[in-house]
Nanobody, 121 residues
């Protein structure tokens, strides 16, 4: 599967953005999908993940209550709605996928290119 992330941009603190991860392939609905991010000078970190049917989700503590991951398998797309953005959310955001069933600390096999989110104070 090939993944294409989009939707990043510049936003003021407190604002919102919605990221999209579009996938190629007819079997996208069988993949667990996650969002990760890498802030300048920091290691990549997990943000959120969703099971193949969308029935289960996981979030990093730092984004709980502010970010929502969802998917539309008919459109082969996973979304990350980001609300109440903070300057510390500034990072390159990546989507990733795997055929493994969703669980914490899952290893992802397919990665898209990143999309930059910049939150100004």
């Amino acid at each position: 599967v090939q993944l294409q992330a989009s939707g990043g941009g510049l936003v003021q603190a407190g604002g919102s953005l919605r990221l999209s991860c579009a996938a190629s392939g007819r079997t996208f609905s069988t993949y667990s999908v996650a969002w990760f991010r890498r802030a300048p000078g920091k290691e990549r970190e997990f943000v959120a993940a969703i099971s193949w049917a969308g029935s289960r989700t996981y979030y990093a503590d730092s984004v709980k209550g502010r970010f929502t991951i969802s998917r539309d398998n008919a459109k082969n797309t996973v979304y990350l709605q980001m609300n109440s953005l903070k300057p510390e959310d500034t990072a390159v955001y990546y989507c990733a996928a795997t055929l493994r069933n969703l669980k914490p600390d899952l290893t992802y096999d397919y990665w898209g290119q990143g999309t930059l989110v910049t939150v100004s104070s």
